[in-house]
């Protein structure tokens, strides 16, 4: 098999549920968000848009949201999840992205999760831990939609498809668990 940097962080990256309380620096962050807007898109359309989160003021009331919003939902483990008052949707993380993109777009949910892999990939390229998180997507139901829409700044016509939670990591991460030989069909 070739190997070369972007192969061995593909198979190095995990994701990252401890996080150290020191938030990334400004570099750091812009490094994450260059990678995410060099994602390929349908047609170049680049109909994305990315918030930034580091007030842990905000970042506490939207755990709060998604749970409440997780709890009513028909999945068990979810369910489990959201109503244990311990766990944080974003693992104590000091940074969060949303993403969010065009409604009307061509292919944009691929676009954004084009967007949210090269986030993660970027991260663990420069050390950074993270971890795609798409229980945030949960504040976003029902009546709080439009308040969190407004508060975060998400452009008029766009919804949030997923979230990068970004910090340093508490722990490195083991092993990559096994992977599935018989997942693949050749014509030849």
Known sequence: MAANEVLATIKKRRSIRAFQEKQITEEELQTVLEAARYAPSAGNQQLWHFTVIQD???LAELNVSAKAGAAVIDNEHIQQLAKNEKFNIF????????????????????DCAAA??????????????????????????????????????VPAGYRPFSSVVLGYKKVEAVNAPHRKEDVVNYIR
């Not at 693992?91 to 691929?110: H, P, W």
């Not at 050390?127 to 975060?152: Q, R």
Request: charged share 20%; with cysteine; glycine share 12%.
């Open 56 to 58: 842990q003021q905000l």
């Open 91 to 110: 693992f104590g993380a000091s940074t969060v992205v949303l993403v969010s993109g065009k409604e009307d777009g061509l292919e944009i949910e691929s």
């Open 116 to 153: 949210t892999q090269n986030m993660l990939l970027a991260a663990e390229s420069i050390g950074l831990g993270s971890c795609w998180v798409d229980l945030t997507l949960f504040a976003f139901l029902g009546e709080k939609s439009e308040y969190y829409k407004e508060k975060l700044g």
